[in-house]
């Protein structure tokens, strides 16, 4: 099958930077996309950006301007590259990725969560 191994997160001062990444192995023929949710106490999991394997970007609102995805298809790895963190964005942190696999046909796979806290 498919594994998604990520790493990065931690505890971090409000303003803080951190970075994340997520890398996929296993039975994959081709990556359609990759990316990153959180999920705070009592929410629901939440977009924070997604990368297409064409290379188009998404992101929440919320992490406009602070955040940035990246991927680098060679090594089926994305990345999140988190800036001017607010205890606001203090969240488990998940990368997905929609693969194609060799296998089992197109499945959508997740990593282990990443927490990240954000406090003073």
Known sequence: QVQLVGSGGG??????SLRLSCAASGS???????????QS???QRELVALVTSGSTTIYADSVKGRFTASSDSAKNTVYLEMNSLKPEDTAVYYCSADVQTTIVGR?????????VTVSS
Do not use: E
């Not at 505890?11 to 803080?16: A, D, I, K, S, T």
């Not at 994959?28 to 959180?38: D, E, K, N, Q, V």
């Open 107 to 115: 499945r959508y796979y997740w990593g282990q969560g990443l927490q």
């Open 11 to 16: 505890l971090v001062q409000p303003g803080g």
């Open 41 to 43: 106490p009592g929410k």
């Open 28 to 38: 994959i023929a081709s990556i359609y996309g990759m990316g990153w949710y959180r």
